[in-house]
């Protein structure tokens, strides 16, 4: 009749820990997404420094075996549980609230928390009721989900005004419960002749590994003597994995000659799902590569969230193009997210949250390229929607700002969410000192491709097929060789009227009038566009 551990409580901290697992950890190079700034400072990359969050995992593996009931006569468990506790709490702290370094640092110390009290939690389930407590455990794991939606999502869920940008009440919530899980229940004490024989420590009945009830060695000490082998097994597995990922040459690139040209593209991708619920991963893959892009600016890509996965898409995409990444805002920061790839070097960005007093947050970077000695700048965006029309009056604002400041030539990758000529039309334009790529094209709503002091070569939209709900933009730019410079002012169908490699590739057919409804991907909207010079400016 021993009294049993305080079940509700349990299922709070253990529904909280199998959380915070998933939230976190659940993907090597997730803690780097949290604490990613831009270039050049810009932190640990998810290649190399995820091998740490591996070997992190595994410390706080080996150190739950420290971590059982009664660890020695002298220290007891409330000693030990407190202390790790708060050096836990202090740990998410600086996870959540630094960047670069120190929040990955923080982040691997969480990790080796979380990791060490597994066991002890799942000791405590296993001395409880276990319908009740596993079904209440997994309703805890839903309600942190279903809070994360509302905390990203709050502009278009009931009472999201609430909930906007709290994860630091999810936080508290998820140290709170484990913490008193973690000191709230006494285990009975062992007789002294049971102690020595398992070295002065009580065994998890949840993983019996010292001894039996009656005192006698179990049959999982084997098992046990060999865990640690198969830990490291496990982790030299893991690191060598790490290691055939390196490919340096996939991010080499020729040198080019004048005239340089280049290829930018813009997509929302709706967190690497299909049509049809899907993942479609490596479909964007194979769609970026068709289009022949060399830079591609992504927007609703931040899938490190439970609900849409929890994936680092940026690695993923960045390693199977050899492109390198821009990611910004941190997945933190509580945006969709945007992301800019570019086959050349990054060598400066800026990554901003845009004014949104009452609407969804709007994330947008800018990144600085260097195209074989030519600097570019990209600005890439997702302003918020068509409901709150102040937002985006703001948002417009400042990216016009961020634009007009660049003494760089500049492209404009955005999805603005507002019709041709509109107000935010105007002030991104006019304001920013900016160029569409082809302002007859009236019927369009998101997307758009704006420039400065670069030459439009072609312009395209592909239809969007199953991959996403959204269509392809993209359009090839000439760097100008001299200051006097004349842009194209004639447009022609006619790909026969350009040099070759400057013609769009053949894979998504021929000009295409109206809109393509087709689940394959086709040139629509009266593309591909070609430009070039007549006799006037």
Sequence with gaps: HVKKPFWPLVSLGYGSLLYLIHWVFSEASLITRWSVRPYPDHGPQPYPWGAFVLVALCIGVLLSAKFTPVTSMSITWFAVAVPWWIIACVAFTGLYLTYTYVAFAAGLLLGIFAFSIWPYLFDLLTLCPPARTYGLSLVTYLCFVLYTVWTIAFNFVPGGEYTRETYHYKIIAILAFIGLTLIHYKYPQVSSSILAKSGNSYSHTAFPGLVGSDGKRSPWAAFNKNVYKGLLIILLISLIGFET???????????????????????????????????????????????????????????????????????????????????????????????????????????????????????????????????????????????????????????????????????FLGYVTSAPYSRDYQQLTKSGRMKDIDPSDNDRWCLYIFYRDLIRLAYARISRGIISDTEVQTAKFEIPSATNYRDNNEMTHDRNRVPVNVRYPTRFGEVFNGHYFGEDHHYHMSTPKYFYKTGRN
């Design 245 to 411: 990922r390196y490919n340096p040459i996939a991010y080499k690139r020729s040198t080019l000659k004048a005239p340089k040209r280049f290829t930018a593209m813009i997509w929302n991708i709706r967190y690497g799902f299909d049509n049809n619920g899907w993942q479609s991963f490596d479909r964007i893959v194979g769609m970026i590569n068709n289009t022949e892009s060399d830079f591609v600016g992504l927007m609703e890509c931040d899938c490190a969230r439970p609900f849409v996965g929890n994936n680092d898409l940026g690695v993923f995409l960045g390693e199977s193009l050899g492109m390198y990444v821009d990611y910004g805002p941190a997945t933190r920061d509580h945006t969709w997210g945007s992301m800019l790839l570019s086959k050349y070097p990054i060598v400066n960005s800026e990554h901003f949250l845009l004014p949104s007093p009452k609407g969804e947050l709007a994330p947008a970077l800018r990144s600085t390229v260097n195209i074989t000695g030519d600097l570019v700048d990209i600005v890439v965006t997702h302003m918020g929607n068509d409901v709150d029309d102040l937002d985006r009056k703001l948002q417009a604002e400042k990216l016009a700002q961020v634009m007009d400041n660049s003494k760089l030539p500049v492209v």
